[in-house]
């Protein structure tokens, strides 16, 4: 019986259980390709199913992990070979299909993206799914006519993964980045990863006026709660916040005047189902536009076995930038 190294969790009396385990290669679920993984990485999302604090995970056992990056070891997909290295985030990996953090993962053929030209599978990963959807919510704001010459951007979460890649990204286009941290012993960090500006993030946190000082044109934010609402109350007119996350908080106490009365505009941003043609558009910038050397700053590697303590650490806010873990 052939068998492979995998974060496994399972059911237990109280909650959930994360254990490196060995896992029976027969029991991966259906897909057209079979890929050996190289690298994953820690998302915020993975933190919740590692430590099984929101209901993430939807079948047991299951293997944690929400994205990789690796080799195609064996397809029957027309668009994919063995050696092909591929990248592979969401499409509920680690949620209903067998996950990431492990040596094998079998997948949809449609649901892969071609390693871009001048990535390593580890730089893949290092940038992973918040990085992904960071660059998401570049391309959103520019859709909507976001460009340098618009007036600054604000960053909320800036010390964290998605943060951390948007200040990065925003900075190499020409931006003027405000990130907003709680952390603001990691200002030297984020100037050295591109922010123009560091706020402390209590300035974001109290209930929001409908309407306050126009501060900035755009912003990505993944905090959520009043950090959004204050966002939006405080976006110039005809600018647009791209929102896609709730490290604060899933609700949303705003009003309708930043929309009615300035003409600003709230991006939803969702990475897992995201079309396959965006996906590579995506790929394809974070290949150009991301600092390679402010990469390898934001990045930090683990290997597969300490990625349960890890997923406690992200979720109490101890991560900083990115976790990028070692598979093989
Ligand atoms: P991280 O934990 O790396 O970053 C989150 C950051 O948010 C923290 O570092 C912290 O930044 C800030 N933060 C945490 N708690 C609070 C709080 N109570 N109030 C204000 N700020 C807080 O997570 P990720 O970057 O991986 O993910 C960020 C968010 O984006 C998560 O909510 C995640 O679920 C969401 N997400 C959504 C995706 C999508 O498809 N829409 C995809 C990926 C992520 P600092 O220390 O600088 O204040």
Redesign the pocket.
Known sequence: MATFKAIRIDKADKGTTATLAQFDEAELMDGDVTVRVEWSTL???DGLALTGKAPVVRRFPMIAGIDFAGTVEASSHPAWKPGDKVVCTGWGMGETHLGAYAEKARVKGDWLVALPQGLSSRDAMAIG??GF?AMLSVLALEKNGLSPKSGPVVVT???????SVATAVLSKLGYHVIAS???VSEADYLKEIGAAEVID?NEL?APAKPLAKERWAGGVD??GST?LANLLSMTKYGGAIAA?????GMDLPSSVAPFILRGVCLLG????MCPIELRKAAWQRLASDLDRTKLSEITHEIPLAEVPEWGAK?LA?Q?RGRIVVKIV
């Open positions: 998302n915020y999302k799914t918040a959807t979460g800036a010390a964290g993964g998605v943060g941290t709680g952390r993030r946190s993944s905090v950090t896609c996350g709730l490290a604060a941003i969702d990475s897992v992200i806010g991560v």
